[in-house]
Antibody, heavy 123, light 110 residues
Framework: EVQLLESGGGLVQPGGSLRLSCAASGFTFSNYAMSWVRQVPGKGLEWVSYTSGISTAEYYADSVQGRFTISRDSAKKTVYLQMNSLRDEDTAMYYC????????????????WGHGTLVTVSS | QSALTQPPSASGSPGQSVTISCTGTSNDIGNYNYVSWYQQHPGKAPKLMIYDVTKRPSGVPGRFSGSKSGNSASLTVSGLQAEDEADYYCSSYAGINHLVFGGGTKVTVL
């Protein structure tokens, strides 16, 4: 069974940093690209970042480009999202999700999602 | 990349059909057959219902179907059931390695 478990959320002041983790299990981790998607409570979904499984490709939404960094550790089967220079508008539930198709090279569709970790940016 | 446009709400009685639209541009929906639809119940993570415009993942009922025409896509839920009441989001590959979502549609089963 595919499982994704996010952690690392919490309360942080504007300008601060936070690192989210997503521990994966139940599938061949290196074969699948992964994305982070966020959702402001009561609002819609916003794609944040993508890391491919087989290459070093990393992509970001314009809203986080230059502030967030995605990475993955195949040995630990974990995806990370390093978030720097956090702003009030980064407050959201952050979901980790797996691409539906193996060996993809860009974000298309997400077939498994974690339960999310809440990030609150506030002074 | 701007968000895709969805109606904020849709409704239908049990057994009826409801169709949700998702409008994009020639840079996203119009240029790629990579439209997906997600169902989200309150307090839960999204669930993939349709991918590649018309394909259903294993376990998704056949009552859910997708289509695309030009810069717009649609999700149809036939034979509405109480458990179909949820928020639905479309997404599309938007080129230059970006994914864009719609604003979401709340489906109410009357």
């Amino acid at each position: 069974e595919v499982q994704l478990l996010e952690s690392g959320g919490g309360l942080v002041q504007p300008g601060g940093s936070l690192r989210l983790s997503c521990a994966a299990s139940g599938f061949t981790f290196s074969n699948y690209a992964m994305s982070w998607v966020r959702q402001v409570p009561g609002k819609g979904l916003e794609w944040v970042s993508y890391t491919s499984g087989i290459s070093t490709a990393e992509y970001y939404a314009d809203s986080v480009q230059g502030r967030f960094t995605i990475s993955r550790d195949s040995a630990k089967k974990t995806v990370y999202l390093q978030m720097n220079s956090l702003r009030d508008e980064d407050t959201a539930m952050y979901y980790c999700a797996r691409e539906a198709v193996q060996f993809g090279e860009f974000p298309i569709s997400l077939d498994h999602w974690g339960h999310g970790t809440l990030v609150t940016v506030s002074s | 990349q701007s968000a895709l446009t969805q109606p904020p709400s849709a409704s239908g009685s049990p057994g009826q059909s409801v169709t949700i639209s998702c409008t994009g541009t020639s840079n996203d929906i119009g240029n790629y057959n990579y439209v997906s639809w997600y169902q989200q119940h309150p307090g839960k993570a999204p669930k993939l219902m349709i991918y590649d415009v018309t394909k259903r993942p294993s376990g998704v009922p056949g009552r859910f179907s997708g289509s695309k025409s030009g810069n717009s896509a649609s999700l149809t839920v036939s034979g509405l059931q109480a458990e179909d009441e949820a928020d639905y989001y479309c997404s599309s590959y938007a080129g230059i390695n970006h994914l864009v979502f719609g604003g979401g549609t709340k489906v109410t089963v009357l």
